[in-house]
């Protein structure tokens, strides 16, 4: 079979044991508010938004979660070269900041590697029905892609779903213009969750009606023997969604530099789980995601590095549950963990998380 070699590529599936009882306690919750403790004595399930590296968390989550997680949807930096910043608002003083980093000095290997390591502790978080996909661009999706067939099995792909988004300004000189991302969706096993989505139309069309008979597909006849027709307003999306960018006048729009249109991971949601299930978005970002899958009523688990994501995902969730009267998913928590080092505690002990903070797009 074909497999993808990198410069001190290391494959390590065996130390997962080990890994996981190393970090078996590694994680505390962190208490910010009343809000986001557990008040509710009735409630049947604590959301955890993880502040730290995913892979550590990872190894975290084995101890509970191993097999247990119904979708993973992850959106990693893309090897892009560029850092992200965003611009703060803090009271009256203004100042850039790096939301986060992709850069990597260039050094395509330490991102494959990077993103090997995860991929593996993923799939064994992923439950036997689960899928997971994983968003990407031009710069890495072609090489990520045989890191999939190697972790999950060639016969375990399911799609490359191209989001052409059509409203975002790309130059090219020498080239055509980019225009969308590649989400690769790959299956644990043969029997995994896959629901059929649906969009309108943009105008009704006349189809042939047809129906089963013993077993064969046949066109539906009435009474006379004259095919029957049908007017149909929408079709069963296909592997090219056009959805647009988030433009930052929409009211979604929380100021973090890559944020995902919530329209896109609805979509993904409903199609790969179901009321109740647990989705996992380890790159979390502002938390599109996990807020999107808090209004569909899934359980969560969200984990990023950056304390402006954390901060954002946080502020977001609970905006989101007051605003929404009809809010399904009162009788989860969210519950924020980390490991806490000396610049975390004095972070917190700044009130950093309880600050209102004006995240503006540069
Ligand atoms: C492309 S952004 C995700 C955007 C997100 N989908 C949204 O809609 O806002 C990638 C995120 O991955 C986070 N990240 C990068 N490396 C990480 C790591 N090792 N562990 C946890 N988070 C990481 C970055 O801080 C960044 O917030």
Known sequence: MVKLIWENKREFLNNIARLKNAFRDYYEIINLNPQTSQVDKNQTWENMLFWG??????????????????????????????????????????????????CWNKDLDSYLQMLYERIVVFKKLLSKQGLLFIHLDWHASHYVKLILDEVFGRNRFINEIIWYYYNKYSAGKQNLPRAHDNILVYS??????????????????????????NGVLKNAKDENGHVIYRTVTDKKIDDV?????????????????????????????????????????????SGTTLTVADKLNRRWIGCDNSKYSVYLTLKRLLENRKNKDNHINKNSSIELYTHLDKNKLNLISSGFFEKDLKIKRI
């Open 53 to 102: 590296d995913n892979l550590n968390v990872s190894y975290y989550l084995i101890n509970d979660f191993e097999e247990k997680i119904d979708l993973i949807y992850i959106d990693p930096p893309f090897f892009s070269g560029s850092n992200y910043n965003i611009r703060i608002l803090e009271g009256d003083s203004k100042y850039d900041s790096i939301a986060y980093f992709d």
């Open 188 to 213: 644990k096993s043969s029997n995994y969750t896959f629901n059929e989505e649906r969009i309108p139309r943009s105008k009704p069309i006349k189809q042939l009606k047809r129906e089963m008979v």
């Open 241 to 285: 969604w056009r959805i647009p960018c988030l433009q930052p006048a929409s009211k979604e729009w929380t100021g973090f530099p890559t944020q995902k249109h919530h329209n896109l991971i609805e979509r993904i949601i409903k199609i790969g789980s179901n009321e109740d299930d647990l989705i996992a978005d380890l790159f979390c970002g």
